[in-house]
């Protein structure tokens, strides 16, 4: 039932992506107002309290919705809701309007409109960069939004679902990292300062969260891609960054498809943000391999979707054993 949940919501998906002020995502930051406001009181176990109740309550609540569904109707509704929690959380289409309007303009010329549209992207200073670090960013940014809007979504969906939890792995992911950036905000209009324990936890959470979803990303990249300079790249990056679960994605992608990333990342707002790409403390030397061009954009559309084809086999392949079985 897990893999085709997951077709379907990603063929709707494709076909009618969600506006960015969309309900779901309304109530989400709602949600975390109103948990942030009553619980943040500046202790460590109030952050922890915190986001347990911001990430893991609506996780349950899908969950308890799931069950009662499978339980009272019957499994095609239960799954119809699947497909309606996905929708929600999952997609290509929630960020790569930006990567097509930049590779769009870069192939036309256009390298101002390349750098206003990333600056829009990411909230960061873009007016000075060179075409080759334009692509550069591109390619960073959009192999993580792809990790954590596709992958990391997928991974944690199918393995709650396997538990019987059903969509809980997907909100409670989502709602991790949305947790990590927008708590991680200095400051949040109309309400006081977040304190420094509550973005602690937030960033620990998303951090455990996401360490195993890096490494089957990086995993399924290296398998589509050039495995050898992957994997070579993923055990150079992670010697020196061994915290670091984008480094992980970013390595294996470099590998993969054979270009320089890494280096000094575009600082970004502290305000807007999780932080810098890369930690402060660590060399930010350039990974090996060529300078990124535009041809290496259309790889990276090959890599990801290559990548996605291999999971959904994957995953097709344990359902139908499943049935067998």
Do not use: C
């Amino acid at each position: 039932m897990s893999f085709f949940a997951i077709l379907l919501a990603l063929l709707l998906e494709q076909a009618r992506p969600l506006t960015h002020n969309n309900l779901a995502y309304a109530g989400m930051r709602a949600w975390a107002v109103s948990v942030r406001r009553n619980f943040d009181a500046g202790q460590a176990h109030h952050g922890w309290v915190a986001w347990v109740l911001a990430s893991v309550l609506p996780a349950l609540l899908v969950a308890g919705v799931y069950w009662l569904l499978d339980v009272f109707i019957g499994w095609p509704v239960a799954m119809l809701w699947n497909v309606a929690v996905l929708y929600t959380t999952l997609g290509f289409r929630q960020f790569s309007h930006h990567f097509t309007r930049i590779r769009d303009a870069l192939e036309a010329g256009d390298e101002q409109t390349a750098r206003e549209t990333l600056a829009e992207w990411q909230q960061v200073d873009a007016s000075e960069l060179p075409r080759s670090e334009i692509v550069r960013h591109v390619i960073e940014y959009s192999v993580i939004s792809a990790h954590r809007h596709v992958f990391g979504v997928l991974l944690w969906f199918v393995v709650l679902a396997m538990l019987g939890l059903g969509p809980a792995g997907a909100v409670v992911y989502r709602m991790a990292e949305y947790l990590s950036r927008y708590w991680s905000r200095k400051s949040i209009a109309g309400a006081p300062p977040v304190s420094e324990r509550l973005q602690r936890a937030a960033r620990a959470a998303w951090q455990a969260m996401d360490w195993l979803p890096a490494r089957v990303t990086a995993l399924g990249f290296a398998v589509v891609g050039s495995f050898e300079e992957a994997i070579d790249g993923w055990r150079y990056y992670a010697q020196r960054f061994p915290h670091d679960n984008d480094g992980v994605i970013l390595a294996a992608t470099a590998g993969a498809i054979n270009v320089q990333l890494g280096g000094e990342a575009l600082r970004q707002r502290e305000d807007l943000t999780v932080g810098p790409m890369y930690d402060d403390e660590a060399d930010s030397s350039s990974t090996p391999g060529r300078t990124a061009e535009i041809s290496h954009l259309r790889s990276v559309v090959g890599l990801v979707w290559r990548s996605v084809v291999v999971w959904m086999l994957l995953l097709a392949l344990l359902t139908l054993a499943r049935l067998l079985g």
